[in-house]
């Protein structure tokens, strides 16, 4: 025995799998982590057998989809598991990444290790996003028409990126063999990633639900933890079964089994279930590269949350409040998930605006409750700063507070709606040259209404009102966030350096 650990190989798998010192007070919660390993390793065996006989040509992509399930010896159960598949293995990592939150395991000494996992999360968006569109349904086309389109919104160079993703100057052929070959070379990227990320697990240590890193009260990983992990892998394998032999279509959409067709556009068009909180922040934007980029700053402030927020106390155990805006912001995810899914109509879109300033007020509060463990445990009760100091604090903060109440009311306070005189050019039989003057003046209006943020919806020509619809934030509201946002940063920086 001694012998074989000798070997560089087996003494390293001896000390990962065996010998690796682990925090005896590790609950299921931390079991997360072994189902999405699992799960990857399914989706990428299952993915190997189905590449076998997919044809990526949009002609014959749909025909080899049901080929698979009707021809091929036990087709149908490699397509339901991988399909299925992917979304245990979303659920999985969205419950890794919530228990990372309420739990701070992203922070300090475990930044790099929380960073790779989110490169980790943003590789597997992309590749289950590829995925999607092999089916060649018309939740496909459409959904890769809309996706790669938002790469237009970058400046300059983004008609050339959406041409150069489509291969041409729409989603066609060379678009599904390009996304074909992409969906089969990531999975051998993630599967790098997590090597890394356990590397790096292996260097940092694993996080405790106390949120405490002391070096005792530890113990062995084999066979404590790994009898936990093969017990609740058998359970993770119970649920995977339930869904891929009793309802296997249960998450799916069923327009992906109509045949793509470019000349018919479906009346609702919805990514995958996994992706519809991400897909209400896109909409709730009205502007089309405010919306991207709200898109991509929800994901990436995973990515930089290490950074901007390092508290005394990790664990959401120690502070109540934040243990329930955890909980609420979990809500708000599966609320945003649900309003993704429903049209773009009132009332689903006046609640995604809500919802998503929601979703980022949440790491806003992150931050503010680091701010608040520095200052009012260490500075107001220990007494390390002096009355002058304590009293610029103060002000500061008041007026943190007063430049946010002035936003939320300038947002809140200003109607949805206005009624508006029509002019008198809309009436009958009237002078050319009066009904000239008359639509310049209220042209002057239209102008006028719309530097202050309103924009024209619907018209009512009954020779009295027209309805005008708040669409965007006032330029009022813009000053007061853009002083907030200032003055906070600035407030941030000085706290951060100072500390």
């Not at 939740?139 to 990126?161: D, F, H, K, Q, R």
């Not at 943020?453 to 018209?459: A, H, K, T, V």
């Amino acid at each position: 025995m001694t012998s074989l650990r000798s070997n560089s190989i087996i003494s390293t798998v001896y000390q990962i799998a065996v010998k690796y010192p682990t925090p005896a007070s590790l609950s299921y919660l931390w079991n997360f982590g072994i189902f999405a390993l699992v799960a990857l390793i399914s989706q990428l065996i299952t993915g190997i057998f189905l590449a076998m006989h997919y044809t990526p040509h949009v002609n014959y992509a749909f025909e080899s989809c049901d080929h698979i399930m009707r021809d091929v010896n036990f087709g149908w159960l490699l397509r339901y598991l991988h399909a299925n598949g992917a979304s245990l293995f979303f659920i999985v990592v969205y419950s890794h990444i919530l228990r990372g939150l309420i739990y701070g395991s992203y922070l300090f000494a475990r930044e790099l290790l929380w960073t790779s996992g989110v490169l980790i999360f943003l590789i597997m968006i992309i590749t289950a996003f590829l995925g999607y569109i092999l089916p060649w349904g018309q939740m496909s086309l459409w959904g890769a028409t809309v996706i790669t389109n938002l790469a237009s919104t970058i400046p300059s160079v983004g008609e050339y990126i959406v041409i150069w993703l489509w291969g041409g100057y729409s989603v066609a052929n060379p678009t599904l063999n390009k996304f074909f070959s992409l969906h089969f070379v990531f999975p051998f990227i993630i599967i790098a990633g997590v090597a890394l990320h356990v590397a790096l697990l292996h260097h940092y240590g694993s996080s405790n639900p106390l949120g405490i890193d002391y070096a005792v009260d530890k113990t062995n990983f084999t066979p404590y933890y790994t009898l936990k992990d093969l017990f609740s892998v058998l359970i993770f394998f119970m649920f995977a079964t339930i869904l891929v032999f009793f309802v296997p279509n249960l998450l799916g959409h069923p327009d992906n089994y109509v045949p793509a067709n470019p000349d018919i556009t479906p009346a609702h068009i919805v990514p995958e279930w996994y992706f519809l909180p991400f897909y209400a922040i896109l909409r709730a934007i009205p502007d089309k590269a405010l919306g991207v980029l709200a898109l991509l700053l929800s994901i990436l402030i995973l990515m930089v949350l290490p950074y901007l927020h390092s508290t005394f106390v990790r664990s959401a155990l120690f502070k109540p409040l934040y243990k329930y805006i955890s909980f609420m912001f979990i809500g708000v995810v599966i609320l945003l998930g649900y309003l993704g899914a429903k049209p773009i109509e009132e009332p689903y879109l006046t609640i995604a605006i809500y919802a998503t300033l929601a979703y980022f007020f949440y790491f806003v509060l992150a931050i503010i409750g680091e701010i608040y463990d520095f200052l009012f445990i260490n500075f107001f009760y220990i007494n390390t700063i002096t009355k002058t100091q304590k009293a610029l604090l103060i002000l500061f903060i008041g007026l943190i507070i007063l430049l946010t109440f002035c936003v939320v009311y300038s947002i809140i306070g200003e109607p949805r709606e206005i009624l508006c005189d029509i002019p008198k050019s809309l009436t009958p039989n009237m002078h050319p040259t009066d009904a000239e003057k008359a639509e310049i003046s209220w042209k002057k209006h239209q102008d006028r209404l719309e530097k202050e943020g309103f924009q024209y919806l619907q018209e009512v020509r009954d020779g009295k009102r027209e309805i005008v619809d708040l669409n965007v934030v006032s330029e009022k509201t813009k000053k007061y966030l853009a002083v907030l946002i200032i003055i906070g940063g600035v407030g941030y920086a000085i706290y951060r350096f100072t500390r």
